[in-house]
């Protein structure tokens, strides 16, 4: 017996728009948990590694990581929730693709950049990097000098080029878009409610 179109769509799942942040979310603190770690092992002091030492850092990063990942992704969380559904099929697909590879390219930006810093000075970002922002010129001068940036950009532009094919090979934007196009708006309200209850909940 052929299916109606109507029976094909309600056979469909229902996938919320809001889902595409999950794993940009689960990236977030993937990547977080691995630089910690790097930075540890990094700083080559084995007594890092003691598990009285390692356990409460991790937990304690966890516990950020998530804090910051909540407001890493409400650029997704926004898109999802505002896209008019006339236009929500292939265009809201593409725009979170290409959305989701800025931030995860930010990301890695990051990432490599803590890497840098904790080798000038030892320590994580902190008020150091803001005279960073404040005086762009000197900084990136000192920087030119002590670092190879061609490679470095092109590395992290390789990265993301590579995540960004990977992304669009899997074909799951397309179908997320296709499966959310026609999501209610108070469904799509009442999971944002929940996404901004949770940055609330953790400052």
């Given at each position: ?116 810093f ?38 992290l ?11 669009w ?6 179908r ?22 949770g ?5």
């Open positions: 017996m052929t299916e109606t179109p109507v029976q094909v769509q309600r056979a469909a799942p229902v996938t919320s728009r809001l889902a595409l942040a999950g794993p940009l979310f689960v990236a977030f603190v993937v990547v977080s948990a691995l630089t910690r770690l790097g930075l540890a092992a990094f700083n080559a002091d084995t007594s890092l590694f003691e598990p009285l030492r390692l356990g409460p850092a991790v937990l304690l990063g966890l516990g950020y990581d998530v804090a910051v990942a909540l407001w890493w992704c409400l650029p997704l969380v926004l898109l999802g929730w505002w896209w008019p559904a006339a236009r929500a099929r292939s265009a809201l697909g593409i725009v979170a693709l290409v959305l989701t590879a800025a931030l995860i390219g930010g990301l890695v930006f990051v990432s490599v950049a803590e890497f840098v904790w080798n000038e000075f030892a320590s994580r970002f902190n008020f150091i990097a803001v005279d960073y922002l404040l005086y762009t010129r000197e900084v990136i001068g000192n920087i030119r000098e002590s670092y190879n940036l061609p490679l470095i950009f092109g590395g532009a390789i990265a993301s080029a590579v995540v960004y094919w990977l992304c090979r899997t074909g799951y934007p397309r997320w878009a296709e499966a959310a196009a026609h999501e209610p708006f108070k469904s799509r309200l009442a999971a944002g409610g929940v996404w901004f209850a940055i609330l909940a953790v400052g």
